[in-house]
């Protein structure tokens, strides 16, 4: 048997601190756990005796039950712990829960926090191997290798490939993976949105900064589109939903003007009518269900390869 | 007390640059020469000793009364001795807030015996919240030495024009730490880059410049005084070297963390390093060490927020601003900013300008005077321990890290 190739990291905290060779190592694997996926029979002894628990200190859906059965394929051990932001607010309180479940002798912690840097926080102090279901407005990595994964599978290499994120970019987690991973991955990269849902200073990282839509749809060979998150918006940041809808939503009419044919992406839940109009999320321009498919591949990934790491 | 072979470092002192034997004797300078042969007083002597008028801290906090399990009088005192100051200034966000003279009448007498000279700062503000004028004539009869509603920043520009006005008075000084709230938003770090990498909120300079802006408009239009606290910003620097060249009466501070490090060091979420102001970028590091170097910033200032380790121990997004600096202001500039900032400097702004802005007594360094002195020694090696810090909270990135340049003693 080959040597297994290993991730150049401990954790997963986000895909700032991994590099090429680490998402090509977790594409090659995701690639052939999605062929296991497809079997009469889905499950691999891979994490048999591995103990994972799925911290989500933040409400989630699809991430905790993707990552539950990208475990359960691997025949981890699972335990699964939920709390709303409310009411776990201290650290001291995210530290004391995170041990106390430590010391029931867990292996591996899936965590989704509201704080940006939680991750960090939680490395600082603990043992085992971390990986970031989204911190707050930082990163989600895993997102974001799922989405590029999906992409490849319909364009091939993304080297200079043009990538548009559309709509909240100030208050995602995903735009922040994404542009890291498809930097990295060779691919141009441009958000577009209204100007005060846009971070000052995100041109920085070498993406472009637009704010017409048709304009970067024309552009773009994939248009991934991010959800308004209203529940993380403090103040108004745009006056309606309606206005928005009108004026950066995504519809079938504005697909229509363009002279080529683009991938349709969103990482849901979708705002239906709000960020993408429903003739288009359900379009055949639209992938965002092989995204979730292509979701548990890349969660069995990265669950397994860190494993690895013990 | 002898203290040995120090070069002193006093501009108005006749033995400026001279290396001195020092006697001081029940407070006062007894003799300076080259050689004192006497054996019989205790000594303090050292590698490259440095003696100047006793340095002043403007703005700390002293968390006294109502919050002493993050520091009190006597704790605050040890760390600003160890840190070489002699005095300190006591900022009101205590609670109660130092806002009435019965608040600034405990702080004087608390601290009477205690290691360092405290001055109270009174609050602006009613409990500092920024809406009704405290008691500012009352406090200043009292011994407040000038007035700020210390890390609180006054929104309200009515409220700040009616204290420069008021202040006028007893030719007082209201002393302001610039920043618009409602530009600040949830900001928790400067907004640049690295905020945006790390998908934190920022705070932009802006929010900064644009009280500034206002402070010293509203300066000019009230021909007041006007200290300007903890400046962060390259923008600002200029607008106060403006203001200076067209005469207003205003004075600025810049915090010892601002000089030494930007933005670049949150990479990793360290929470002793979310303060206010925030750090900046290299840009803004740069224009605020220019500005201490060509006298546009006054006044050095450890800018010591004492916090315990509940609300920092945390999340990056929930733990408080502030870190404590009292004890390494001139160790951290000595290791780090050596080639930059000369002793002179130091000196200067640590001691001979806090003095004259806020017309402290008059210390020199002569015989016969009343003995106000720090002694330090810029090659003395020394690791800040745990165990060693004499404030009671911990919150500095600087524990355990090996430091060069200390403060060896305050005579008083």
Known sequence: MSIVQQLSTKHILGIKYLNQEDIRLIFETAASFKEVLNRPIKKVPSLRDVTVANLFFENSTRTRISFELAEKRLSADIINFSSSSSSVKKGETLLDTVNNILAMKVDMVVMRHPAPGAHHFLAQHIDAHI?????????????????????????????????????????????????????????????????????????????????????????????????IQLERQDIKYFPSLREYATYFGINKARLQRLDKKILIMHPGPINRGVEISSDVADSDHSIILQQVENGVAIRMAVLYLLAAKR | MIIRQATVLDARSAHHGLVRDILVVDGVIEAIEQHISDQSFPQIEGRELKVSPGWVDIGVQVCD???????????????????????????????????????????????????????????????????????????????????????RTIQDSGLMLRALQYAKSVDGIVMHQ??????????????????????????????????VQRDLRLLEYT???????????????????????????????????????????????????KVLPPLRSEVDRQAL?????????????????PMEEENKKLEFTYASFGAIGLETVYAACKTWLGKDISDELLVQSLAICPREIFGLPKSSIGVGQKADLTVFSPIETWEYAENSVLSKSRNSHLIGKKLEGRALAVIR
């Open chain 1, 131 to 227: 990986i970031n279901a989204g911190d707050g407005t930082h990163e989600h990595p895993t997102q974001a290798l799922l989405d590029a994964f999906s992409m490849e599978e319909q364009l091939g290499n993304l080297e200079g490939k043009n990538i548009c994120i559309f709509g909240d970019i100030l208050h995602s987690r995903v735009a922040l993976s994404n542009i890291f991973c498809l930097q990295k991955l060779g691919a141009k990269v441009r958000v577009c949105g209204p100007p005060t849902l846009i971070p000052k200073h995100i041109h920085q990282l070498g993406v472009e900064v637009s704010y017409n839509v048709d304009d970067s749809l024309q552009w773009c060979d994939v248009a991934n589109i991010l959800r």
């Open chain 2, 178 to 211: 610039p920043l618009d709230q409602s530009l600040m938003m949830e900001g928790q770090i400067h907004e640049g880059i690295v905020a945006a990498s790390l998908g934190l909120k920022g705070i932009s300079a802006m929010a900064e410049e644009i009280m």
């Open chain 2, 223 to 273: 021909d007041s005084r006007l200290h300007l606290s903890n400046l962060s910003a390259a923008r600002s620097v200029e607008m106060v070297r403006q203001a200076k060249a067209k005469g207003l009466r205003v004075t600025a501070s810049v915090a010892v963390l601002n000089l030494l490090l930007t933005d670049e060091a949150l990479q990793e979420f360290d929470s002793n390093l």
């Open chain 2, 65 to 151: 009364p109502g919050l002493e399990h993050r520091e009190d009088l006597e704790s605050a005192a040890n760390a600003a001795e160890q840190g070489g100051f002699s005095t300190i200034f006591c900022l009101p966000n205590t609670s109660p807030a130092i806002h009435s003279k019965s608040e600034v009448n405990y702080i004087i007498n608390k601290s009477a015996g205690l290691a360092v000279k405290m001055y109270p700062v009174g609050a602006i503000s009613l409990n500092c919240e920024g809406k009704d004028i405290a008691e500012m004539m009352d406090m200043h009869h009292a011994g407040a030495i000038a007035f700020s509603d210390g890390k």
């Open chain 2, 289 to 305: 060490i220019r500005g201490l170097q060509d006298g546009v910033i006054d006044v050095l200032s450890a800018n010591h927020i």
